[in-house]
């Protein structure tokens, strides 16, 4: 498998054009791929669709094998695929050997899929057998983002081929290798069956023309809110199915009697890992105002001390922001709070696409980067006074996807929790977890809830479908 050739992983008939991987570190070209246009989203449907009833056709372990041998390769070509996330995403090494230890992980929850009870069996009124049982519902299209783009693609792409279905997965083109090729190549050696996956790197309208395809019943989507309000209001008008999960601005409360000690890693971690472009990066820091003079200098020190820096060529803790449209954005919100008041402890500034890690104090509500989701790496700490203005103040936010609080007492902690409103809750962690068994997503402005790990995948990916069976025809009155 020509794993350093991206071009091998592609078909020679998509219409788009020519577009240049980037390293964004360091603006080299890795190669080139080439974009689909929205043409191409109707070719791959239908080829998708006229493959998918044979693969649905065949025994529960011989789709289960394909995918338990996908998760293999995954690990058996861990050294060449991190160096791509590495480069292509400016994933620092240790992000990316997780991302290809949850896609491993996730191929082997998925081949568990295919042998779940595939229904059940119901009471009837009538002298006849009746039951439900879960069918593929035929062609899922996937679109997923540049963050963590192995675990964003595969979480849906795997559970949907255990399942008997077919897959279009568009991937952001920033990371068409690492979040879409590198799947195609996997599967490919793993046995699957041609026309059962297609990549179609792309814009906007790639996605607009796949949630549009009247042979794609259901869209799975991972990306902003604003994004994922487009993609849910265009399904409505098809009358189909769409998964969202979308952003964050989640918090992490740190209550008084929390070890300040111990804190301050876990705090760091979660603003800054993967340079704060995680849906659910802590995105508030709200501090017992006993411990919060002392968290803000900790804070900031800890922050100056992380290293920032090319993390394929270097031992770094942050890499680079992913483009420089997403470096404006950044610090255009650091810059608008800092001129409505928030003080800068630390950070704040950059060179080229390396931000330093930040830390806001004095914020409020209005401060632009407390407010809303920054997707990079800057921590808005904020005090509070009593456990009731602390989930006011976690709960008063549009989003809903992640909440960690900090506390000696977890059973404080979980009475805490049940008071803010979230899609996953960590006590005594901060808010960026995730495991291939678990349950994951959010509410409100954050997604359309859990739509990954487990019963939420068999939610996802199949439809119900009640049959009944008589021994002899129904008679009726006339």
Same mark, same amino acid.
């Given at each position: 498998? *020509?794993?350093?050739? $991206?071009?091998? +992983?592609?078909p020679s008939?998509?219409s788009?054009e020519?577009?240049?991987?980037?390293? *964004?570190?360091?603006?080299?070209?890795?190669?080139?791929?080439?974009?689909a !246009?929205?043409?191409?989203?109707?070719?791959?449907a239908?080829?998708?669709?006229?493959?998918?009833?044979?693969?649905?056709?065949?025994?529960?372990?011989?789709?289960?094998?394909?995918?338990?041998?996908?998760?293999?390769?995954? #690990?058996?070509?861990?050294?060449?695929?991190?160096? +791509?996330?590495?480069?292509e995403?400016?994933?620092?090494?240790?992000?990316?050997?997780?991302e290809?230890?949850?896609?491993?992980?996730?191929?082997?929850?998925? @081949?568990?899929?295919?042998?779940?009870p595939?229904?059940?069996?119901?009471?009837?009124?009538?002298?006849?057998?009746?039951y439900?049982?879960?069918?593929?519902?035929?062609?899922? !299209?996937?679109?997923?983002? &540049?963050?963590?783009?192995?675990?964003?693609?595969?979480?849906?792409?795997?559970?949907?081929? %255990?399942?008997?279905?077919?897959?279009?997965?568009?991937?952001?083109?920033?990371?068409?290798?690492?979040?879409?090729?590198s799947? #195609?190549?996997? &599967?490919?050696?793993?046995?699957?069956?041609?026309?059962?996956l297609?990549?179609?790197?792309?814009g906007?309208?790639?996605?607009q023309?796949?949630?549009?395809?009247?042979?794609? $019943?259901?869209?799975?989507?991972?990306?902003?809110?604003?994004?994922?309000?487009?993609?849910?209001?265009?399904?409505?008008?098809h009358?189909?199915?769409?998964?969202?999960?979308?952003?964050?601005?989640?918090?992490?409360?740190?209550?008084?009697?929390?070890?300040?000690? @111990?804190?301050?890693?876990?705090?760091?971690?979660?603003?800054?890992?993967?340079q704060?472009?995680?849906?659910?990066?802590?995105?508030?820091?709200?501090?017992?105002q006993?411990?919060?003079?002392?968290?803000?200098?900790?804070?900031?020190?800890?922050?100056?001390?992380?290293?920032?820096?090319?993390?394929?060529?270097?031992?770094?803790?942050?890499?680079?922001?992913?483009?420089?449209?997403?470096?404006?954005?950044?610090? !255009?919100?650091?810059?608008?709070?800092?001129?409505?008041?928030?003080?800068?402890?630390a950070?704040?500034t950059?060179?080229?696409?390396?931000?330093?890690?930040?830390?806001?104090? !004095?914020?409020? /509500?209005?401060?632009?980067?407390?407010?809303?989701?920054?997707?990079?790496?800057?921590?808005?700490?904020?005090?509070?006074?009593t456990?009731?203005?602390?989930?006011?103040?976690? %709960?008063?936010s549009?989003y809903?996807?992640?909440?960690?609080?900090?506390?000696?007492d977890?059973?404080?902690?979980?009475?805490?929790?049940?008071?803010?409103?979230?899609?996953?809750?960590?006590?005594?962690?901060?808010?960026?977890? /995730?495991?291939?068994?678990? *349950?994951?997503?959010?509410?409100a #402005?954050?997604?359309?809830?859990?739509?990954?790990?487990?019963?939420?995948?068999?939610?996802?990916f199949?439809?119900v479908? +009640?049959?009944?069976?008589?021994? /002899?025809?129904?008679?009726y009155?006339?």
């Open positions: 498998m *020509p794993l350093l050739d $991206p071009k091998a +992983w592609q008939s998509l788009g020519e577009y240049a991987v980037t390293e *964004p570190a360091t603006g080299d070209t890795l190669g080139t791929v080439t974009l !246009g929205a043409e191409d989203v109707g070719t791959a239908e080829a998708a669709r006229a493959a998918q009833a044979e693969w649905a056709r065949l025994p529960h372990f011989v789709r289960a094998g394909v995918l338990r041998k996908a998760g293999d390769l995954f #690990a058996a070509h861990t050294d060449e695929l991190r160096d +791509w996330i590495v480069r995403s400016g994933s620092i090494p240790g992000k990316a050997e997780f290809l230890h949850v896609a491993a992980q996730e191929c082997y929850e998925a @081949a568990a899929l295919a042998s779940r595939a229904g059940q069996i119901l009471p009837s009124e009538a002298p006849r057998l009746s439900t049982r879960r069918v593929p519902v035929g062609v899922v !299209g996937v679109i997923s983002p &540049f963050n963590a783009p192995l675990i964003l693609s595969i979480r849906s792409v795997a559970p949907a081929l %255990a399942l008997g279905n077919a897959v279009v997965l568009k991937p952001d083109p920033r990371t068409a290798v690492c979040g879409g090729l799947l #195609a190549a996997i &599967f490919a050696e793993a046995g699957l069956p041609e026309g059962l297609h990549v179609l790197p792309g906007p309208e790639v996605g023309a796949l949630v549009a395809d009247p042979r794609v $019943p259901v869209i799975s989507f991972t990306g902003s809110t604003a994004a994922g309000r487009a993609v849910g209001e265009a399904a409505g008008r009358l189909k199915r769409a998964h969202l999960e979308l952003g964050g601005n989640s918090a992490l409360i740190v209550l008084e009697d929390a070890d300040i000690d @111990a804190v301050i890693s876990t705090a760091a971690w979660g603003s800054f890992f993967h704060g472009q995680i849906c659910m990066t802590t995105g508030r820091h709200l501090v017992h006993s411990l919060y003079g002392e968290y803000v200098e900790r804070l900031a020190a800890k922050a100056d001390a992380l290293a920032v820096g090319d993390p394929h060529r270097a031992q770094v803790h942050l890499g680079p922001l992913i483009d420089a449209g997403q470096l404006g954005k950044v610090h !255009g919100l650091v810059e608008a709070s800092t001129s409505r008041g928030a003080k800068l402890a950070g704040g950059h060179e080229e696409l390396f931000y330093r890690p930040t830390v806001l104090a !004095g914020v409020d /509500d209005q401060t632009p980067a407390y407010a809303e989701e920054v997707f990079g790496p800057v921590a808005p700490v904020r005090p509070f006074a456990a009731d203005e602390a989930a006011a103040l976690a %709960a008063a549009s809903g996807l992640s909440l960690g609080i900090v506390t000696r977890a059973a404080r902690g979980l009475d805490l929790a049940e008071r803010i409103p979230t899609g996953i809750v960590h006590i005594n962690d901060q808010t960026v977890n /995730d495991e291939a068994v678990a *349950p994951f997503g959010g509410i #402005a954050s997604g359309t809830g859990a739509r990954f790990g487990g019963e939420a995948n068999l939610e996802a199949t439809d479908r +009640w049959t009944t069976v008589r021994g /002899d025809v129904a008679a009155p006339f």
